[in-house]
């Protein structure tokens, strides 16, 4: 008798070995770090000889951090403000940027050359040493008489003019990765959509905010969010080295009050990532207006439902028996 | 009959209308102004005055770095000096050549013979040559893993799928402190549980000793274990770069490798692989670059004795006042100067500066191209 071969369908769980070090990786590196610094953070925690030692003190930390502590709060503020200031003017500077990089012009890549390069050399010590030399600032603008008058109006307002012009260029080295993100969505969008709005009439300022603004709303949220990470492990911000130093000086007791800064450290930007979420997803507003007759088979459907559930309400157990059992019969009968 | 001077007149009033019917017609508006915006001359010079005027912004840092980094003292207080410096010295950049002991010592020391240098290369290689290995190691492991990963999330529909790739993006979205503290107790316990007894029963007194270090946290072994199992620094973009390549190679190269007889890893390794080495490539360069620049998880994992460039030149200006000579009460860090600082951070971002200058299009080309956009 010859044997015959059958195609087998091939298991897609050898996938599962691929990811293997990646799975364990984000069990390990993520998942459980995730909650456990969530628990951590109740918890007054020392190490002896003997290992770890954890003894829940409740809100305890949280308390030391917000007001025992003297400075955490300005830094919150400080870390609040700048992403703030920060992120509205490297989403519009790099979008200005990007539009400009893909009307018709020479040397684009030689500027595109330009405006990436921050991104290769950008990392917390080279940025000090260089804000340190004095060459971030943009211009000086204390002495400016509108300062002046912005100054007496609202000095919360002021703080945030002088913090970018302070630090300007350090903006504008923000802008490397979403130029490029931004130029790539621009390029993606259907040249034939400008070509029906000129037909149209429509000159260019409208297609911008007509065409442009709205096809590039996914990108502006990958933009968004990837800025808000970026700016938040940056050394350059406030509360970066806070954290850093509570737990590099905090090593063995006191990571359990390490961990309740870093949670409020972390329930900031994750708020923040979750408000650039709201402002930019697109939404999907489409909806589906049901024709008469679809109303009318959702309505028997209904009814039917509820029949059948009254019907089993009501059934006896022999009846309910026969049923399943019929059922389970009838399938057999047909297998065979 | 017309006179002379109405017939001058008439000329002049034609030429006029002329002239003021081209001013009116649409070609005029048209060469200078174009139909859209930036299409016209003048459109084009405003875009490039915009665009000449923040390159400058974008590369004053730069620039100003360099030009200080040439400056000796006296050109540096000179108030008649901003950009060229007087005199060509390169004074600046051995003194912090020295402070962040980036070459190899035998190259700069003096009375040595050719092979005493070269010998002494490997013996000690100086910081530039060791934060270029241990970089290479890690983005070597970064890129294996982050290929393995790409590759199972895109061509299998296995299950989970969907909610492992969101996990994916959000270990990305995640902050990086938020995590930091218990794999600093887990890293903490594998070193007093494993690697202590381990070391003290093999190496401890043998010449292996000289190879191993009996504390982890002064070792790249933690970076290389978080690259290993796929969480190094934005892993998870690395993982999405080669997760929109693989999907992008025909799913009929796949089926008929597979008829052939191929096993999964044959496929991956003949198929998926050799088809994107230049993705490899690009991966590997952001790998390299964004470890160079991962500050943070150098501070925290690898504190003492740390050979990456960048982290020598955060503690620049505190070793430059340990070494500088002066009398007891004299302060060493008065001797620092903005030339010397700027040299450091120059030599610093010098090897980034020329992979980014030779590998251009390749980062720029990774960006564009890692979907993050949309899709």
Known sequence: MTKVKRRKTKSQNVAYIFLLPWLIGLVFFILYPFLNTIWLSLNAVSKDVYGWTYQFIGMENYITAFFRNSEFNQLVVGFVMMELTYIPMILIISLILAILLNSNIKFRSGFRLIFFFPVVVMSGPVMTQLRSSNTMQLMDISELLIFRMI?????????????????????????????????????????????????????????????????????GLVVGIYTVVQIAIFEVNPIYS??????????????????????????????????????????????????????????????????????????????????????????????? | MKSKFMNTFEAISKFFSKVSAFLKSDKLKKMFMGHGAGRGIIGKIIIYILLIGISYVFLFPIIRMIALSFMTRNDLLSPEITWIPSSLTFNNFVVSNHVLQLLPPSWTASNLSFWARVTGTFTNP????????????????????????????????????????VLLLLSFIIPLPMVTIPRIMMISNLQENIWIPIYDALFANNFLSGFFSRALFSTLVPQVLFALFGQGINSAILVLIFYNFFKMIPLALDEAARIDGATSLQVFWHIYVKLVVPIILIVFLFSFIWN????????????????????????????????????????????????????????????????????????????????????
């Open chain 2, 292 to 375: 160079w620049n991962d500050i943070y998880t150098a501070t925290i994992f690898y504190q003492s004795g740390n050979p990456l460039v960048v982290m020598r030149l955060s503690l620049f200006d505190s070793v430059f006042a340990d070494q500088a000579p002066g009398a007891p009460g004299d302060v060493g860090i008065g001797l620092i100067s903005e030339g010397y600082k700027s040299a450091a951070t120059f030599l610093a971002i010098l090897p980034l500066l020329i992979l980014y200058l030779v590998a251009q299009k390749q980062f720029i080309e990774g960006i564009e191209r890692t979907g993050m956009t949309g899709e």
């Open chain 2, 126 to 165: 100086g910081n530039l040559f060791k934060s270029l290995l241990n970089m290479t190691i890690l983005a070597t492991i970064q890129t294996v893993i982050a290929a393995f990963t790409g590759f199972a999330f895109a061509r299998y529909n296995f299950r989970f799928k969907k909610t492992l790739f």
């Open chain 1, 242 to 336: 806070f954290v850093v130093g509570t737990i590099n000086s905090n090593y063995t007791n006191g990571l359990g009050f390490a961990a309740a800064v870093v949670l409020v450290y972390s329930v900031i930007v994750l708020t923040f990532v979750a408000l650039i979420f709201l402002i930019l997803r697109t939404k999907d507003d489409t909806k589906y207006e049901d024709t008469i007759k679809e109303k009318q088979q959702k309505h028997i459907a209904k009814i039917n439902r509820q029949q059948l559930r009254k019907m089993r309400d009501e059934e006896t157990l022999k009846e309910w028996f026969d049923r399943v059992f019929k059922r389970k019969k009838k399938v057999d009968g047909d297998k065979s």
């Open chain 1, 151 to 219: 100054d007496n109006i609202s000095p919360f307002f002021s703080n945030m003019l002088i913090n970018i012009f302070d630090n300007f260029t350090l903006i504008l080295w923000f802008t490397g990765i979403p130029i490029i993100l931004f130029l790539n969505g621009l390029q993606k969008i259907d040249k034939s959509l400008y070509e029906a709005a000129s037909i149209d009439g429509a000159n260019s300022w409208q297609m911008l905010w007509k065409i442009m603004l709205p096809n590039l709303k996914s990108t």
